[in-house]
């Protein structure tokens, strides 16, 4: 049990070039999220998934897609990547069902845009 | 705006010193209040849910207390092991479609041998 795993673990963009982050999950989990983690800032929220086929936004979307074709995958795109893009991404999964709403989180991936 | 303030932003202690983090919140209906651990380029790893006033939670030397306003994350008798960045977020109670959590900055907490 892997629990969530996401790659690549680091990347270097130049501006203008776009990328594809992966994010798989094992434990059947409905919701995935996409946050970004910025010093001295809390995470914040970019795009989220309740469910397969579907995506909404977050707090801070401008600049990201996402796509959730499989439940246990959740893609973030960056189409035309930008400096203030900068930053370290994690993603996160929630269970649909029981009590306890709280988040499984990945490694994370480290990315540079220069 | 549900908002999250934690506070101090570092705190470095000796081995076996005890002391509290705090986290003052505010939501629009608590659903949930929820402690993470981070350890340097990982992934927050889950520690606590608290959902009610009064409410506390124990792991090893960490306890969590949960107020209508702010929660307190105590830690005793911590070890070095224990020196990581400490993450408050809160789920708010009308938000069941994203169920998103409002994370705070983060406690960098340092323990030295």
């Known amino acids: 049990n892997a629990g969530v795993t996401q790659t690549p673990k680091f990347r270097v963009l130049k501006t203008g070039q776009s990328m594809t982050l992966l994010c798989a999950q094992d434990?059947?989990?409905?919701?995935m999220y996409w946050y970004r983690q910025d010093p001295g800032m809390g995470l914040r929220l970019i795009h989220y998934?309740?469910?397969?086929?579907?995506?909404a936004k977050g707090e801070v979307p401008d600049g990201y897609n996402v796509s959730r074709l499989k439940k246990q995958n959740f893609l973030l795109g960056l189409e035309s990547a930008a400096p203030s893009q900068t930053s370290v991404y994690f993603c996160?999964?929630?269970?649909?069902?029981?009590?306890?709403?709280?988040?499984?989180f990945g490694p994370g991936t480290r990315l540079t845009v220069t | 705006e549900d908002q999250v303030t934690q506070s101090p932003e570092a705190l470095r202690l000796q081995e076996g010193e005890s002391s509290s983090l705090n986290c003052s919140y505010t939501v629009s209906g608590l659903r949930g209040l929820f402690w993470y651990r981070q350890d340097p380029g990982k992934g927050p790893e889950f520690l606590f849910t608290l959902y009610s006033a009064g409410e506390e939670k124990e792991k090893e030397r960490l306890k969590a207390t949960l107020t209508k306003k702010e929660s307190f994350l105590h830690i005793t008798a911590p070890k070095p092991e224990d020196s990581a960045t400490y993450l408050c977020?809160?789920?708010?109670?009308?938000?069941?479609?994203?169920?998103?959590?409002?994370f705070g900055s983060g406690t960098r907490l340092q323990v030295q041998p």
């Open positions: 977020a809160v789920q708010a109670g009308g938000d069941t479609g994203r169920r998103a959590l409002t």
């Open positions: 996160a999964s929630s269970p649909l069902t029981g009590a306890n709403y709280e988040q499984y």
């Open positions: 998934s309740v469910g397969e086929g579907t995506t």
């Open positions: 434990m059947n989990h409905e919701y």
